[in-house]
Each structure stands twice: as structure tokens, then as C-alpha cells.
């Protein structure tokens, strides 16, 4: 896919690996709709339009239904029709499984997987009349491996993944592409609260030996939605930590 003049929403994208992400696709000449639950700050519209591109924010609860639906009907008249959706918003609540309540479970799956389930269905809808689109779903290398401490976001994100390969089989008679990202230990504001002891153990199981950053991940969202012919798959951008023989 050409991606000049595309229209590209990218869930979670005030900051991190979704704004990353989305500044990629502008630099392509995408326009770009940028997502969150708070109002985005003009600056980052202002750098993103910078690019010689739309940009519009949209504020929203990709876990409610309605609003998804909302959100992505405001992003069409603002834009014109939505060629990619990358599902980049997600959240951790972090807690050993025998201390987890029920809501911290909840929570997390609400957000991660049905959040992704509602943008996928109400895009995929528009995309089918189309006849192509291109669907990105952030999920994690937890997402393969589990974790201690992150049942909930492990269950989440593996969910993602059997969403993917489903969404993908479902889009594949139109045109349309379904794919998955799954980033490893990526610098973000998220990981530079850790401490020095859990950086220094995530080192040591990263046979490239240092993190990535948001780039490694928003060329690859790239790459995949310029890519016709791939779908269903998994791209790990993790420096080899979840690598299989």
C-alpha cells in the first residue's frame, strides 16, 4: 500500500510507541488520527501536521463499544475513510496471580483485548466496503512468553494474538491485512521508572544486548502496512529475547 495520502488512527497515541508510530506514517504522507482517553496537547498535533499532513485527535474509550464506534465515524468526517487502524493503546496493572483481584483481571483484558476487538469490528466494517485496509495490533512479547506478575497482561496480549490470526483469515477475501507487533523491552516514559536491578535482569535475557527504542517498533508498523502479502503473522521487535528454534 502506497501510504501517501492514507488515513491512518492510532490508538493511544499521545506519546510512546503510539506517537512514534503515528509521526512515522506522517513522515510517509499519512494522515493521521491521533487517540486518547485525555486531550492531546496541541504541540504534538502542531509536529505532527509539520509533516505537510492532516492531523485531527479524538478523545475516547476504546473499551467502550459506542464510543469506539464514535470515535471512528468523528475520525472519517474529519479525514475521509480510515485505511489503517493500528490498536496501540493498552495498559498494565502488574500484581502476582494468587494477590490479583478479579477487577485487576478485568481491567486490563478490557482494555487491551476487547478495546482492540471494538476498533477492529467497527473499522473492519468500512474497510470490507473498501476493499482493502490494514489492521496493526500491538501485543507483547509477554504475550509469548507469560510473566511473572502479569497474568492479566500476558492473558491480554496472547488474546491479541489469536484476535489477529482470526481477524486476519476474515479480512484476507477483501484485500485486507491483519498483523501483530510484539515489541520486547522498548525505552519508553513506561520503563524509565524501573529500577536499575529489573533493567540490568532484562538485559541479560536480550541476546542483542541493549533495548529498543519506538522507532524500531513504528518501522515496522510501517513495513507491514506497505506489505500486501503478509498476514496473520507475528513480528517480534524484541533483540531476540522470545526467539524460537
Known amino acids: 500500500m502506497d501510504l501517501q495520502n492514507k488515513n491512518v ?3 493511544g497515541s499521545s506519546r510512546g510507541i503510539g506517537f512514534t508510530i503515528a509521526e512515522a506514517f506522517a513522515k510517509e504522507g499519512a494522515n493521521i488520527v491521533l487517540n486518547g482517553r485525555k486531550e492531546i496537547p496541541q504541540s504534538l498535533i502542531d ?7 492532516k492531523c485531527v485527535a479524538i478523545n475516547g474509550d476504546i473499551s467502550d463499544f459506542d464510543q469506539a464506534a464514535a470515535m471512528l465515524s468523528e475520525a472519517e468526517a474529519a479525514v475521509g475513510p480510515i485505511h489503517i487502524l493500528v490498536n496501540n493503546a493498552g495498559i498494565t496493572n502488574d500484581k502476582l496471580l494468587l494477590r490479583m ?3 485487576d483481571f478485568d481491567s486490563v483484558i478490557k482494555i487491551n483485548l476487547t ?3 471494538n476498533m477492529t469490528q467497527h473499522a473492519l466494517k468500512k474497510m470490507m466496503k473498501l476493499r ?3 489492521i496493526i495490533n500491538l501485543t507483547s512479547v509477554v504475550g509469548l ?3 511473572i506478575g502479569q497474568a492479566n497482561y500476558a492473558a491480554s496480549k496472547a488474546g491479541v494474538i489469536g484476535f489477529t490470526k482470526s481477524a486476519a483469515r476474515e479480512g484476507a477475501a477483501r484485500g485486507i491485512t491483519c498483523n501483530a507487533i510484539a515489541p520486547g523491552f522498548i525505552e519508553t516514559e513506561m520503563t524509565e521508572v524501573l529500577s536499575d536491578k529489573v533493567k540490568e535482569q532484562s538485559l541479560a535475557n536480550i541476546p542483542l544486548q541493549h533495548f529498543g527504542s519506538t522507532q524500531d517498533v513504528a518501522q515496522t508498523a510501517v513495513f507491514l502496512a506497505k506489505s500486501p502479502y503478509i498476514t ?3 513480528i517480534s521487535v524484541d533483540g531476540g529475547m522470545a526467539m524460537q528454534g
Open 47 to 53: 509536529r505532527i501536521t509539520s509533516y505537510g499532513v
Open 101 to 103: 483481584k478479579p477487577e
Open 145 to 147: 512468553t507469560g510473566n
Open 232 to 234: 496473520g503473522q507475528v
Open 132 to 134: 482493502e485496509g490494514r
Open 115 to 117: 478495546g482492540t476487538f
Open 9 to 11: 488512527f492510532v490508538t
